[in-house]
């Protein structure tokens, strides 16, 4: 799988925008970009996954640069709740592919009152 | 909402001592796999399971860990003989296919 690369800290005002980066400049074409998060040592919670095109669902949405090489969550209106730590995931989806997820360190997210 | 669930929440144990960490995996799922986090580290991956047999496990996962799906609801990890470095939180996961995978709230191992 495709290694990825995330800032270590973020913060966000509570009630603002907060878009998380992340770089996967080797992603292969039958790669996908997965999204979860880890809310202080619970189990870690599917945020949200894409190919090539943005996508969105009631949690988030996500965007894919035209080349694949990097991608942003948007979490459009983060509250206290959704201080945590976001982890972008690269990975084979579907067919005989590997279904483990490999996580990094992700990005501690701090939502500020 | 159905979700993973995972028995106990806190398991102490003394080195040398076999556990077994038990989940329920949610329903019409067919793929299952267990994670594990030591403190302040991040989250690792043990095994997956599908079809009755693993189907992929790491480095970690040596032959004092294994994996059974007793009956049609419950999957377990087994420590034979627990160290020191086995403390951490253990979590379940499971998903219908290859994508979303929905993990448990874990189970937290001190071994002593």
């Known amino acids: 799988d495709a290694k990825t690369t995330q800032p270590p800290s973020m913060d966000c005002a509570e009630g603002r925008a907060a878009n998380l980066p992340c770089n996967h400049s080797?992603?292969?074409?039958?790669?996908?970009v997965y999204w979860y998060r880890q809310i202080h040592s619970q189990g870690p919670q599917y945020i949200i996954h894409?190919?090539?095109n943005n996508e969105t669902n009631e949690m988030a949405s996500l965007i894919i640069t035209e080349d694949r090489k990097s991608s942003t969550l948007i979490l459009p209106h983060a509250t206290l709740r959704d201080t945590a730590v976001y982890y972008c995931?690269?990975?084979?989806?579907?067919?005989?592919?590997?279904?483990?997820?490999?996580f990094g360190k992700g990005t501690k997210l701090s939502v500020i009152p | 909402e159905p979700e993973v669930t995972q028995t106990p929440s806190h398991q102490v144990t003394q080195m040398g001592q076999e556990v077994i960490l038990r989940c329920v995996p949610i329903?019409?799922?067919?793929?299952f796999y267990w994670y594990r986090q030591i403190l302040g580290q991040k989250v690792e991956f043990l095994v997956s399971?599908?079809?009755?047999?693993?189907?992929?496990k790491s480095e970690i996962f040596d032959d004092q860990f294994s994996v059974e799906r007793p009956d049609g609801s419950n999957f377990t990890l087994k420590i034979r003989s627990t160290k020191l470095e086995d403390s951490a939180m253990y979590f379940c996961?499971?998903?219908?296919?290859?994508?979303?995978?929905?993990f448990g709230p874990g189970t937290r191992l001190t071994v002593l």
């Open positions: 996961a499971s998903s219908v296919s290859s994508n979303e995978q929905f």
């Open positions: 080797t992603i292969s074409g039958n790669e996908y």
């Open positions: 894409g190919l090539k």
């Open positions: 995931i690269v990975r084979v989806a579907g067919g005989a592919g590997s279904y483990q997820l490999t």
């Open positions: 329903s019409n799922h067919l793929y």
């Open positions: 399971f599908y079809n009755n047999e693993i189907s992929e």
